[in-house]
């Protein structure tokens, strides 16, 4: 039976809250408040105890939150 090894370019479909703060340009402890408050809506999945975010859902997450400043009247002429 072939024997099948990972590529070490292979890109982790999920990551542990440290990562994920990282990414997000936020901190553990604002992740851990979300998960408890919900005030985010950062989704994240529970594996046992432990805790990993999606890359997708964090990606996805980011999209939904964009926000596009609106020009302010008037023209600078």
Not at 1 to 8: E, K, Y
Not at 46 to 66: H, M
């Amino acid at each position: 039976m072939p024997s099948v090894t990972p590529s070490s370019n292979t890109q982790p479909l999920a990551v542990a809250p440290r990562t994920a703060a990282t990414l997000l340009g936020s901190t553990e402890s604002s992740l851990e408040k979300d998960r408890a408050k919900g005030h985010l809506g950062i989704p994240y999945v529970k594996a046992g105890k432990r805790v990993i975010y999606r890359l997708s859902d964090l990606d996805q997450w980011l999209t939904a939150n964009r926000t596009t400043p609106e020009k302010q009247g008037g023209s600078h002429e």
